[in-house]
């Protein structure tokens, strides 16, 4: 017997992991919106940089947040981590479950982000032909 693992009858701990978790469910949405927000915020400071014509470190660090996020979800196959983490604890399934935003957009935001990639890459390349 290992030491500090619980042993359940078999079946009760499917049970238990399969039963719902609205707090859970609510915390993982929570901290996934909060997440988010400052990812766009993110996403939104390196525009505006690269339309004033302006590179410094501090759009290196927002661009760096963007890229780490941008590898966890291709890494991930193109699926936030979290949203099988919230359908885990009772999240209904189908398109983006674990974030408080509306569907359509929340299901859209893979074609809306790589565009913008797109447009932030060139203004910062931009920026640096120019010095």
């Known amino acids: 017997m290992e030491i500090g693992r619980v042993y359940a009858p078999q079946g009760r701990a499917e049970e238990a992991a399969s039963r719902p978790h609205p707090a859970a469910v609510a915390a993982i949405k929570t901290f996934h919106t909060l997440a988010w927000l ?11 940089k690269g339309m004033v014509g302006r590179t410094d470190r501090r759009v290196g660090m927002a661009a760096a947040v963007i890229a780490g996020e941008s590898l ?9 981590p979290l949203t099988q983490l919230a359908k885990h604890y009772g999240a209904e399934s189908g398109g983006v479950t674990d974030i408080y935003l509306p569907k359509w957009f929340a299901h859209n935001m893979p074609a809306i982000h790589v565009p913008l990639l ?5 203004l910062h390349i931009r920026n640096y032909r120019r010095r």
Do not use: K, P
């Open 118 to 122: 797109i447009v932030m890459a060139y």
């Open 72 to 80: 966890v979800f291709a890494g991930n196959g193109f699926r936030c």
């Open 38 to 48: 400052s990812i766009e915020s993110c996403v939104v400071y390196v525009l505006y």
